[in-house]
């Protein structure tokens, strides 16, 4: 099943000075989420922002919360991030030692439910998940810091998780160092939900249209079909070529 590129901006790499304005922006800009980088200098090293910051930018924008929880433990907290707004929260599957449970609580919330994997995690770490799962998150960075480099070595476990979930409505997301470089690669792979930050808070406020549209014209023509060379009919001279 292929389902629409979603295009969700990191608020990690906006100026926080001018948070609202920001966020007004990159909605203005076409941003499908609004992705939020929750950090707590434990699990990961550094600290970002958490449920209160949450709460006060939401009625900034009607689009989707895309909360990524870098925290352990993150039990205690989920219901602080539910009630400041979040629609998807995702957590980490090496941040708690009982992830079925961990996501169990999350949908009991009303939420989406995702899980999240480091660059060293394999993907038979779900495998017993999938049907507790709304969202897949593979981790193309160490998680941090925005503005790192891509890992090449996870486009595999892309592919590889995409064969998992198979028709199931689950979101494969990819998180981490894309650009409108590389994001033809990843959604060939199979990813259909990209996290930017650095590449789209790039330039003034009126740059984010087109940083957010050369990420998503890259990855949608990446995942076009490819036309079938044996039944289709010769072109006939002067005809023009279909893009699908
Ligand atoms: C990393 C975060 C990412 C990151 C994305 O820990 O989860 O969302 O900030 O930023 P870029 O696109 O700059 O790598
Ligand atoms: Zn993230």
Not at 40 to 65: C, Q
Not at 134 to 157: A, C, I, R, W
Request: glycine letters at 10%.
């Amino acid at each position: 099943m292929t389902r629409e590129i979603i295009i969700a901006p990191s608020i990690l790499a906006a100026d926080f000075a001018r948070l609202g304005e920001e966020i007004a922006a990159i909605d203005a800009a076409g941003a499908d989420w609004i992705h939020c980088d929750v950090m707590d200098g434990h699990f990961v090293p550094n600290i970002s922002f958490g449920p209160d910051i949450i709460k006060a930018i939401r009625p900034l924008t009607k689009k989707v919360f895309d909360v990524h929880l870098m925290i352990a433990p993150v039990d205690p907290y989920l219901d602080a991030f539910a009630k400041a707004g979040a629609d998807v929260i995702t957590i980490h599957a090496e941040a708690g030692p009982h992830l079925d449970r961990s996501l169990q609580a999350i949908r009991a919330l009303g939420k989406k439910a995702g899980v999240s994997l480091c660059p060293s995690t394999p993907e038979s770490t779900i495998e017993y998940l999938l049907d507790r799962l709304d969202l897949v998150l593979v981790m193309t960075v160490n998680p941090g810091f925005g503005g790192q480099s891509f890992l090449e070595s996870q486009l595999e476990k892309i592919g590889r998780i995409r064969g998992m979930i198979g028709d199931r409505s689950i979101r494969l997301e990819v998180d981490g160092g894309v650009t409108r470089d590389n994001a033809a690669v990843v959604a060939a792979a199979g990813a259909d939900t990209l996290v930017a930050g650095s590449a789209l808070f790039r330039g003034k406020g009126s740059d984010y249209a087109g940083n957010i549209a050369a990420i998503r014209v890259a990855a949608e023509a990446a995942r076009a079909p490819k036309p079938q060379q044996s039944s289709a009919p010769p072109r006939r001279a002067g005809e023009a070529v279909r893009l699908r």
